[in-house]
């Protein structure tokens, strides 16, 4: 590989942070809180900022894709040549709610610098992956003229509400989001050690409402003679579950099969971090699951079914001899492999319909439903990433599979069929919290992992 | 009997009905909310104006009882003679909150008359239990300068929050409170026929907490491997009670023996009754409980246990994918015949804690315990009860069960081991609702009934 243009990349980047870190302080100043409506106008705002930026350096077919929920951004530059790769870097401009403002020491939406971190809501999550894939793109393209990889972007700005239009955007879209990989940037790291996810479960969330009298009841009066919907639920979440945790919901493992040797060692390795981490986290000594399995296992290759709130009848200071007109539950289901969150769905909705009497009514809304993703662990293009951070960090990433969830990656993997690799920009932390902040020692880094990916790549 | 003092009583009574209407307003602007702490000085103010009207008209030995809750109030006039019977006369004067305030159509404490009715908060609930008592026996002693019977007088001031001070008061004061029979005079009706409490439940509330991590948790990175609080507490509500709704605490029916035949009588016959009203309120066709039993039986006759909130996680709109640091439910247990309150309270807690594991805290706190209590329904006091009723009111009064607890009367039952008699002295609705009236043609003939009562028991 001819090291020049990539040296006169990370030089022209090196050269212009102090302009960068400006341009991105701009950026962060629009509240694009992507779930709250009255920032609706200020999330298209970041659209177009994004949109004007990608004109300014060059990128092409600079556009808005409206869905039904927010807009999403597309920008194009695919002069690299017939055999170089097409990548399609994904990452979101929509940001967390900024809630508890008042734990906030500079306000949200106003950047500060303070002891070399830069503070704002969107810092690290994910305005980075979506700002420092454009530095370093336009650093290479001002330095060089061209860039050594077909790059395709697309840009969410719903990916803090589960990205509910997303879906039916990339299937519409599939031609023009055709890739041979898929490079999700988002997220990061908080310590010295690069992070990649090497897996995601999927989700599905539910509600489980249960409705008796017109009204509320005086205990007194009704009690022993009206069906308490209370009661029901209690039946219901009691059923979810064995003694040991196992899941009761008929058929709700058929898919899950045991992870491959490689993602096995992946876990072994991480293991002792992630229960102290944990430890550390909840206060817990002892913790809790299927017999047989590994805390990792269980935290992020076995399945899950946890209720998420359960409410109904009197909350308040002491008690009050209510018999509740209503009661109900909030679900997540965290999926694996090949579970299909939409055959999951509907045995959920069937399990909790076979509790079905007389005397109560039982209404089931199913909110959202998103893929399990296994991303690609192995291969030239991860070994690209683990190049880029291994040079520009001075450690190689560490791979870890995440129990959460990130709808998108399920999404490409299932309807544009390419593999996945992940690729944050991101270092710091409070990502969903106060106080949200990236290193900006870290900053150039990131740039440099950024172009030594896109030469790592195309070469 | 010489009817020449009782006509000359109720004569009185008549005559000042209009007196005795401005007066009661007065009494009903005091906003003796027992269960509001910023009522407190208010509540006081109530007792004060009792204590004041007592003097007034001639009660003596007129008291504030304090208690460790809100002040009680005696008084009593003993002259009637040694053979004649001594009744202690019982109300409440402390009244239930105005939530919600907006659906008042006219301000809870400033009385207002429309269409013949009193509309203010307490004015069936139970301040006219205090106030037709005082007027009553003003009438005839002003009229006769006598009274035909021994009477004590004890107003509580928290009765709506469950009477937790009452039972030491009593046991306290078993001397200055011993009488041969007690008259409870809370409540009334709604339609022509007078009603008395021929049977009441006793009762235990009770809040259960589980806690897990110290604070709530995303679920996706601690779903599988954190133990939910709320799928325990399913799992200990679900236990409650078998498919066919029978209690599951063990020993919890112990006590529970059939009911008397004259019990099993009143039953059968307000049986259409009751489920013709609970189809009105409820709005439901279907009733629920135990196999082998009427729907009053159910309703009055036997225990139940139930569920009056849960709560716990995220119980906004949507969801949000959050373990649960902590989630808990109230619960009130209804006890009849023989089931002791303590012993019953013992048996939950054991019940509960038996769900104790190593990955959850449990807590159990017990709020309040009553006894439940049967009425007399037969016998001279309670024919002096029928007999004025029918006289004043022109029907015999229709003698219930109620499903609901007046801990004050387990507690009279249990202390002073005295017979008690039901005698209400109101008319009218929405005892807690907003809106509270009482129907003023039965304001008079409520007046006669006390009268007509204090002279059929001291002949």
């Known amino acids: 590989m001819n090291d020049i243009p990539l040296v006169a990349s990370t030089t022209y980047a090196h050269t212009h942070t102090e302009v960068f870190l400006e341009q991105y302080k701009d950026f962060l100043r629009i509240p694009s809180i992507g779930a709250d409506p009255a ?63 008042e734990l906030w020491i500079s306000p949200p939406f106003e950047p500060d610098i303070r002891e070399g971190k830069l503070y704002a809501r969107g810092v690290i999550d994910d305005k980075a992956g979506v700002f420092l894939h454009l530095k370093a793109v336009e650093s290479v393209l001002s330095a060089t003229g061209s860039l050594p990889v077909n790059v395709k972007f697309i840009f969410e700005g719903e990916e803090e509400s589960g990205s509910p239009a997303m879906g039916p955007c990339i299937e519409t879209h599939r031609d023009l989001l055709a890739a041979d990989v898929v490079v999700i940037s988002d997220g990061g790291s908080a310590d010295e050690y690069p992070a990649m996810m090497a897996a995601l479960r999927g989700i599905v969330t539910a509600e489980v409402r249960v409705r008796g009298s017109a009204r509320d009841l005086h205990s007194g009066s009704y009690g022993g003679v009206v069906h308490n919907p209370t009661h029901l639920v209690g039946k219901i979440i009691a059923a979810l579950h064995d003694d040991e945790g196992r899941i009761q919901i008929p058929g709700f493992y058929d898919a899950v099969v045991p992870i491959s040797a490689a993602q096995q060692a992946l876990i072994a390795e991480d293991e002792a971090r992630a229960i102290a981490r944990a430890r550390e986290v909840t206060g817990l000594e002892t913790f809790w699951g299927l017999p047989g399995y590994s805390y990792l296992e269980r935290a992020t290759a076995q399945p899950t079914c946890d209720v998420n709130g359960i409410y109904g009848g009197y909350q308040g200071q002491g008690n009050k001899t209510v018999l509740p007109a209503e009661a109900g539950f909030k679900v997540s289901m965290r999926l694996v492999h090949d579970q299909d969150p939409n055959d999951i769905a509907e045995k959920f909705v069937a399990f909790v319909n076979s509790f079905a009497c007389e005397t109560l009514k039982l209404d089931v809304q199913v909110y959202s439903r998103s893929w399990p993703a296994e991303t690609v662990i192995t291969g030239p293009v991860v070994q690209a990433v683990i190049d880029a951070y291994t040079v520009t960090w001075g450690h ?64």
Chains 1, 2 share one sequence.
Request: hydrophobic content about 40%.
């Open 39 to 101: 920032c609706r106008a200020d999330v298209r705002r970041a659209a177009e900022w994004i949109i004007a930026e990608m004109q300014r350096i060059g990128i092409e077919h600079a556009q808005i894709i409206e869905t039904e929920g927010q807009p999403a951004v597309y920008g194009d530059w695919l002069h690299a040549g017939e055999s170089a790769l097409t990548v399609l870097l994904y990452a979101h401009y929509d940001v967390q709610p900024v809630d508890p403002l």
């Open 396 to 459: 190689a990433p560490k791979m870890r599979r995440a129990g959460g969830s990130v709808p998108i990656v399920g999404m490409f993997q299932h309807v544009l069929g390419v593999p996945v690799v992940s690729l944050g920009l991101s270092h710091g932390s409070n990502g969903h919290s106060p106080n949200e902040y990236y290193d900006l020692e870290y900053f150039d880094k990131n740039m440099d992992t950024a172009i030594h990916f896109y030469f790592n790549v195309g070469s």
